[in-house]
């Protein structure tokens, strides 16, 4: 559950940085993704696409 609710709200933020291009929307995205990627027990999978968003969005 810790998980879902954290790319539920790591979602959430990303969708808000690109609609108004919020910095604080846009740093809560990257710490919340970053977090996920450093989970133990995280789905592979998962942890590839929080460390490709956080790329994406430090760029």
Do not use: W
Request: proline content about 2%; glycine content about 2%.
């Amino acid at each position: 559950m810790e998980t879902q609710n954290l790319l539920v709200a790591a979602l959430t933020h990303l969708l808000k940085f690109q609609a108004t291009q919020c910095q604080t929307a846009k740093e809560r995205a990257l710490m919340m993704f970053e977090t996920l990627s450093n989970l133990k027990g995280v789905n592979p999978d998962i942890q590839a696409l929080c460390n490709e968003a956080n790329e994406l969005l430090a760029a």
